[in-house]
C-alpha cells in the first residue's frame, strides 16, 4: 500500500490541477514516462523479497531427523540494491535534482554506469532516454524524461498553501490528515532527529540551509524504510489484490491476466517453494486425536502418540502412495521430533480417507436404527394381527349363538341375578395387602431401629458397667494405701514423740552437767 501511494505522490499535482484548472493559473506538463511505476515496483519487489525467505525459514526450521528441507526461492536483494543502495538508481537521481545543470542526458549518462555493476540493469537500443530493468516477473523500459522535475516536485507546497486557503470547506481539508503529505512527516522526523543530535551543542541552534527540501525519492526511501522495519519486526501476512478484467466487468475472468499477476507478486514463487517442501504439518497428539479412525488398533487417547501415528501411517502407505502422484520427488511424509510433515496434497487426501470412513460409519449407525425400526414395526404389526384374530374369533362366536334361544334367555335374566364384582374386590383385596406390607416393611424398619438402639444402649452400659468396676477397684486401693499410711504416719508420730523425748533427756543431763 505504501508504494502505491508513493507512486501516487509523483503524480499528485494532476489531481490539484484537476481542482484548480478554472483558475488558469497553473500550466503543468507531464511526460510519458514511467517514473511513477518504480517505486511501486520497488516496494512490492521488497515485500517478496520479505514474505519468500520467511516461508523458506518457516520450512527450514522444521528439520526432520537432522536434515532441513531443502527448498529453493528466487533472491530479489539484486534488484533491490538497484533502486536503493549508494550508486543506484534512486541516488543517482537525488544527485540530478540537486545539480542546478543537471538535464536528462546527465541523467541517463549516469544511469548507464550501472549496465556492468548489474545484470538486472540494461540499456536500450535506439533510444536515448530509456534503460532496461530485468523485474521479478519480466522486463521493463522506463523514460527518464521529466524525471528530474517531478522529483524536486517544486509546486507541492504552493498548490498545498493555496488548497489550505480555499473557502471551500471540502478541498480546505484535502490535506489536513498528515497521512496525505508524506514527505511532510518525513521532513519533520528528520528535522527532530537533527534538533536531537545538535541539542546542547555551542550554538544551540540547527541550520535550516537544505533541511527544508526533499525529493519525492529520498521521502520513498525513508517511507520504504520504515515499513521493511515493520514487517522485519512482526510476523506479516501478505494479501495480494487480483484483477479479474480490464473491462470492469462482472463473471469475467481473463486468465492470462490473473496468471501473470500471480507471477508478478509472488504467489506462484510461494506455491512453489511450498511444493517442494512439507507445508502440511501437525503434532502426533492432535494427528492421532484426528485420524486415529482410520486403523482399528488405535485408540483416541493413545499414551504414545508418535507410535500410533506411525501405525496409522504404515497402513495407509500404500494406498497414499497410490492416490497422491507429485511431480516432486521426495517422500511424501516424514516424522520429525514433534510433528509430522506432508507434502502437498497428502494432507487432503488423509482428510478424504476419514471423511470416506465417517461416511461407513454413519451408514452402519444408520442400518442398525433401520433394522431395530423395522423389527420393532413387525412385531407390532404380529401383535395387531393376533387381535385382529382374536375379535374376529369373538364376532365369529357372537354372531353364531346371538339367535340361539337359550343365549337370549340367558341375556335378559343376566341383571336379574346378583353379581359379584370379583374384579374390584381383587383390587381392593391387592391394595390392602399392599397396604399391610408397606406397613410391615415400616414395623421392621423401626424393630430394626429400635433393637439397634437397644443394642447400642447394652453397650454402652456394660461399658459403663465396667468403668464402674475400675473405678471402684481404684477407690478400694486408693484406700488401702491410705490406711497404709495412716498408720506408718502414726509410726511415724511415735518415733517423733520419743526422739524429742530423748532430746528433752539430753538437754536436762546437759543443764545439769553445766550447773
Not at 459403663?464 to 490406711?483: A, F, G, V, W
Not at 502414726?490 to 530423748?502: A, G, H, P, V, Y
Request: with cysteine; glycine share 4%; proline share 3%.
Amino acid at each position: 500500500i505504501n508504494a502505491e501511494y508513493m507512486g501516487l505522490t509523483l503524480n499528485h499535482t494532476l489531481l490539484v490541477y484537476w481542482i484548480l484548472q478554472d483558475s488558469k493559473s497553473l500550466k503543468l506538463t507531464v511526460s510519458n514516462n514511467y517514473v511513477s511505476t518504480l517505486p511501486t515496483k520497488s516496494c512490492n519487489n521488497s515485500s517478496i523479497n520479505t514474505c519468500l525467505p520467511l516461508n523458506k525459514k518457516n520450512t527450514k526450521e522444521k528439520r526432520l531427523n537432522g536434515n532441513s528441507l531443502i527448498t529453493e526461492w528466487m533472491d530479489k536483494i539484486p534488484l533491490i540494491s538497484l533502486k536503493k543502495k549508494p550508486n543506484s538508481i534512486l541516488s543517482f537521481l537525488d544527485e540530478e535534482s540537486i545539480f542546478p545543470r543537471a538535464t536528462n542526458k546527465t541523467l541517463i549518462t549516469k544511469l548507464h554506469t550501472l549496465a556492468g555493476k548489474s545484470k538486472k540493469y540494461a540499456k536500450v537500443q535506439f533510444k536515448d532516454y530509456n534503460f532496461k530493468i530485468v523485474h521479478y516477473a519480466g522486463s521493463v523500459d522506463y523514460n527518464v524524461e521529466g524525471w528530474i522535475e517531478k522529483n524536486k516536485d517544486p509546486l507541492q507546497e504552493d498548490i498545498e498553501k493555496c488548497v489550505k486557503s480555499s473557502e471551500e470547506f471540502f478541498i480546505a481539508n484535502l490535506f489536513q490528515d498528515e497521512l496525505l503529505n508524506p514527505r511532510a512527516a518525513v521532513l519533520a522526523k528528520k528535522m527532530l532527529s537533527r534538533n536531537n543530535k545538535s541539542r546542547g551543542s555551542s550554538t544551540g541552534g540547527t541550520s535550516r540551509g537544505g533541511a527544508s527540501f526533499m525529493t519525492v525519492a529520498a521521502s520513498y526511501k525513508e517511507q520504504l524504510d520504515d515499513l521493511m522495519d515493520t514487517l522485519r519486526s512482526t510476523y506479516p501476512h501478505f494479501i495480494r489484490c487480483i484483477i479479474p478484467n480490464l473491462k470492469k466487468t462482472p463473471g469475467l475472468l481473463n486468465a492470462p491476466l490473473v496468471l501473470e499477476q500471480l507471477a508478478c507478486n509472488g504467489v506462484l514463487e510461494g506455491i512453489r517453494i511450498s511444493r517442494k517442501g512439507y507445508p502440511n504439518r501437525l503434532t502426533y497428539s492432535e494427528f492421532v486425536r484426528r485420524y486415529y479412525l482410520l486403523d482399528a488398533n488405535v485408540k483416541r487417547d493413545d499414551p504414545n502418540p508418535q507410535e500410533a501415528s506411525k501405525t496409522i501411517m504404515k497402513n495407509l502407505d500404500a494406498k497414499i502412495q497410490k492416490d497422491v502422484l507429485l511431480e516432486e520427488k521426495g517422500a511424501l511424509y516424514q516424522f520429525g521430533i514433534t510433528k509430522l510433515f506432508f507434502r502437498h496434497g497428502v494432507l487432503a487426501k488423509l482428510e478424504e480417507y476419514r471423511e470416506q470412513k465417517l461416511g461407513q460409519m454413519v451408514v452402519a449407525i444408520q442400518s442398525g436404527c433401520r433394522a431395530w425400526l423395522a423389527r420393532s414395526a413387525f412385531k407390532k404389526l404380529g401383535k395387531q394381527t393376533n387381535a385382529a384374530v382374536i375379535i374376529r374369533r369373538n364376532v365369529q362366536s357372537w354372531l353364531d349363538i346371538r339367535d340361539w334361544k337359550w343365549w337370549v334367555l340367558f341375556q335378559k335374566i343376566k341383571p336379574l341375578i346378583p353379581q359379584m364384582k370379583f374384579d374390584e374386590e381383587i383390587e381392593n383385596l391387592k391394595k390392602e395387602v399392599k397396604g399391610l406390607k408397606e406397613e410391615l416393611e415400616k414395623t421392621q424398619n423401626d424393630l430394626k431401629t429400635v433393637t439397634d438402639k437397644h443394642n447400642k444402649a447394652k453397650t454402652d452400659l456394660d461399658k459403663t458397667l465396667n468403668e464402674l468396676e475400675d473405678l471402684e477397684r481404684q477407690h478400694q486401693e486408693l484406700n488401702n494405701k491410705r490406711i497404709q499410711l495412716d498408720e506408718e504416719n502414726s509410726s511415724l508420730n511415735k518415733e517423733i514423740e520419743e526422739l524429742d523425748e530423748d532430746i528433752r533427756n539430753l538437754n536436762k543431763t546437759k543443764t545439769l552437767q553445766e550447773d
